[in-house]
T-cell receptor, first 111, second 112 residues
Framework: GQSLEQPSEVTAVEGAIVQINCTYQTSGFYGLSWYQQHDGGAPTFLSYNALDGLEETGRFSSFLSRSDSYGYLLLQELQMKDSASYFCAVRASTGRRALTFGSGTRLQVQP | DTEVTQTPKHLVMGMTNKKSLKCEQHMGHRAMYWYKQKAKKPPELMFVYSYEKLSINESVPSRFSPECPNSSLLNLHLHALQPEDSALYLC???????????FGPGTRLLVL
């Protein structure tokens, strides 16, 4: 089976840096994705890591360690609009072309 | 065009009604998905269509019936739903092996 663990809530202030961790257990592994979802909105794709290391896209970076079954999303220079839920997701196995989502981390950015 | 559209945005139905949710994408994606999402929970996969064929059914009750008329359209037919089926129903599409999924805005369904 597959399981992903994330913290349920994180609070930070504007301008700060926050890291949202994700650990996963899967029978196979292809890559780790991150999605952002604002209240009342749809999930939107943020980043994807298939190989170990850091991927940077503007203020957001994502890291993967395959040997540790661990990844994180790093958000820098936090803005109020970053308040949202963040989900890690994996496509876990051959023949199953679908994503399994973590339970989500609700990020609250305070002034 | 990186948009997935869904109609209707909101739907209220009784337990004896029959209704359909519609999803459309014009990105040429060959995989399309239905998810169900309850408040403060992650999206929960229901169905996957790959090249217009149903490839995954996550043991969804038969009161939900998916249909893929062509590569751009995905429907979800609803019949005899229960109040616990009230949720946000999200459609998504993908081309690159699920690395990137594009989600529609969802249909917020209330079953009375």
């Amino acid at each position: 089976g597959q399981s992903l663990e994330q913290p349920s809530e994180v609070t930070a202030v504007e301008g700060a840096i926050v890291q949202i961790n994700c650990t996963y257990q899967t029978s196979g592994f292809y890559g780790l994705s991150w999605y952002q979802q604002h209240d009342g909105g749809a999930p939107t794709f943020l980043s994807y890591n298939a190989l170990d290391g850091l991927e940077e896209t503007g203020r957001f970076s994502s890291f993967l360690s395959r040997s540790d079954s661990y990844g994180y999303l790093l958000l820098q220079e936090l803005q109020m609009k970053d308040s949202a839920s963040y989900f890690c997701a994996v496509r876990a196995s051959t023949g199953r072309r679908a994503l399994t989502f973590g339970s989500g981390t609700r990020l609250q950015v305070q002034p | 065009d990186t948009e997935v559209t869904q109609t209707p945005k909101h739907l209220v139905m009784g337990m004896t009604n029959k209704k359909s949710l519609k999803c459309e994408q014009h990105m040429g994606h060959r995989a399309m998905y239905w998810y169900k999402q309850k408040a403060k929970k992650p999206p929960e996969l229901m169905f996957v269509y790959s090249y217009e064929k149903l490839s995954i059914n996550e043991s969804v009750p038969s009161r939900f019936s998916p249909e893929c008329p062509n590569s751009s359209l995905l429907n979800l037919h609803l019949h005899a739903l229960q109040p616990e089926d009230s949720a946000l129903y999200l459609c998504a599409s993908s081309q690159d092996g699920e690395k990137t999924q594009y989600f529609g805005p969802g249909t917020r369904l209330l079953v009375l």
